[in-house]
């Protein structure tokens, strides 16, 4: 977990006092305020075709290893419009359903994690620079291609088998 330790308003140092019903938070004295943990937000999201048989996976970056469509929250976006607008930006297809399934805060790059199911109008894709390459695969087919032993197949399993168990 990553811990402020300056206020990120006047960069004073932070001191820990006792919150009623939070506990010891980060507090600025030259503020006279507290300081809740930062984080970024994020989506993934299980893209299916619109008979919602298929999930479709990708490639980024040079990796060789299929994962989910993802993409962080913009400011003063809500997350249900950013599942629209990565599917858009980055595979160029449309969403037409979604729905909210689980989060999970990822300390590695200290991101709460928003997973969705988003249902597209079509499966012919017109991916940006960011897809190396993509597939839509039946629903065992994706168990079995999505990158083992990260947070996208915890999501997709999760998905699948309708029980979370998260590792990381």
Not at 43 to 64: C, E, F
Not at 143 to 157: G, M, V
Request: charge should be negative; proline fraction near 3%; aromatic fraction near 12%.
């Amino acid at each position: 977990m990553i811990e402020m330790n300056y206020c990120m308003h006047c960069g004073t140092k932070l001191i820990l006092r006792h919150l009623d019903n939070e506990g010891m938070i980060p507090y600025c004295p030259a503020c006279q305020d507290f300081r809740f943990p930062v984080f970024s937000t994020a989506i993934s999201a299980i893209v299916l075709n619109k008979t919602k048989d298929k999930i479709l996976l990708i490639k980024q970056y040079g990796r060789d290893a299929y994962i989910l469509v993802a993409g962080y929250v913009n400011k003063g976006e809500d997350a249900e419009d950013t599942v629209v607008r990565e599917i858009k930006e980055e595979a160029g297809l449309s969403v037409i359903e979604t729905h909210f399934n689980h989060s999970h805060y990822f300390s590695p790059s200290n991101t709460l994690m928003l997973n969705w199911t988003a249902v597209v109008a079509s499966e012919t894709l017109h991916p940006n620079k960011e897809i190396d390459s993509y597939a839509w695969f039946t629903f065992e087919e994706a168990r079995n291609n999505i990158r083992k032993n990260s947070l996208a197949e915890e999501f997709l399993l999760g998905y699948l088998d309708g029980t979370y168990h998260f590792k990381h």
